[in-house]
């Protein structure tokens, strides 16, 4: 799932892969709307337009969707853990979607996502899920938290080569194309001036990308890098192409981050102010200077962000908000 070159492949190999280490009758990804209602909806295996219709018209009563749109909460919770079996057994979804599949329980974990939407894995089984089942998916979540986020990069960064290609330098996007060799083959505007700045010092070669993005993270696992062009940090992704080009995307958000979109992220008010402030580049000094905290606090209140966004470090935290609030964007 980490090398899935777009939203797509990373919903197909996710339905691939989780089955594998969680049983399943049906695997589900979804896509749900602030009323409940789905929105995308893709189950493996396929169980029928019937059943999907069934599934759109019933599938806000399902607990664990009312129970995510209440809290917010993004961790792995089985239907059994927030309603009884036998009041389930009442509805109408249990009656007329779960029970024609052969199925009475079902455990699901979140995907960071917009206020505008809800994205879900579930699983759907005849037996209760247990203890370490839902622990496996708790602990799956960072990881697939990452591999989200680098196919929805790579998605992006082929939108926005198409894009150069019809002429639209004028977007101001920084991007680097390099070979296999890290030779620069294709550079923005914007990415030349970057090429520039990074190149300083480490000789006559400006064909070559410089060490800072021949470093660079974003895939595989690991977290995206973060250069300083000299006028503030900017998030940094190397991504491999199939035919192995070196892609190099930089990320200059010029726009702030809504502090009410961060929050509906599952983040206290607190910890969107901080992670506002981390999306705009600030050191940990500058962020309890400016909220009149101490910086205990403020990586207090860090290590809570990173914990709900299910990553490990700063870099990560807020390429996975930019990549959230921009999944919200395009669904409008």
Do not use: C
């Not at 998605?155 to 101001?172: F, N, S």
């Not at 914007?190 to 700045?197: C, H, I, N, P, S």
């Not at 060490?211 to 995206?224: H, I, N, S, T």
């Not at 080009?245 to 992220?265: C, K």
């Amino acid at each position: 799932m980490h090398h899935a070159d777009d939203l797509d492949a990373f919903r197909a190999g996710l339905l691939d892969a989780v089955p594998r280490a969680i049983p399943s009758v049906w695997t589900s990804y979804n896509e749900i709307g602030l009323d409940g209602s789905p929105l995308v909806v893709i189950v493996t295996p396929e169980p029928g337009a019937e059943w999907l219709a069934r599934w759109g018209r019933l599938g806000h009563e399902n607990p664990l969707i009312q129970r995510y749109l209440k809290t917010r909460d993004p961790r792995a919770y089985r239907i059994s853990d927030v309603i009884d079996h036998a009041a389930f057994a009442e509805s109408a979804l249990y009656r007329e979607v779960f029970v024609p599949l052969g199925v009475h329980h079902q455990l699901a974990v979140t995907l960071p996502a917009p206020p505008t939407l809800l994205i879900g894995l579930a699983v759907t089984s005849p037996d209760n899920y247990t203890d370490a089942q839902r622990r496996v998916l708790d602990l799956a979540r960072p990881h697939l938290i990452q591999a989200w986020t680098n196919a929805a990069a790579r998605e992006r960064a082929q939108a926005l080569i198409d894009a150069v290609q019809l002429g639209l330098d004028d977007t101001g996007e920084a991007i680097v194309i390099a070979d296999g060799r890290d030779q620069v083959e294709f550079a923005t505007a914007a990415g030349r001036e970057a090429l520039t700045v990074l190149a300083r010092g480490e000789g006559p070669d400006a064909t070559r990308l410089p060490a800072a993005l021949r470093e660079a993270g974003g895939e595989d696992g690991v977290p995206p890098t973060q250069v300083d062009l000299g006028d503030g940090p900017v998030t940094v992704r190397r991504l491999t192409t199939r035919a192995g080009l070196t892609v190099v995307v930089f990320d200059r958000r010029t726009r702030p981050a809504s502090r009410a979109l961060l929050e509906a992220l599952g983040l206290t008010p607190r910890q969107a102010e901080v992670l506002q402030a981390m999306m705009g580049g600030r050191s940990t000094r500058a962020i309890a200077a400016e909220l009149g905290l101490s910086r205990s606090t403020v990586h207090k209140h860090s290590e809570g962000i990173y914990a709900r966004l299910g990553v490990h470090d700063r870099v990560a935290a807020v390429s996975t908000a930019w990549a959230a609030l921009d999944a919200g964007r395009a669904a409008h």
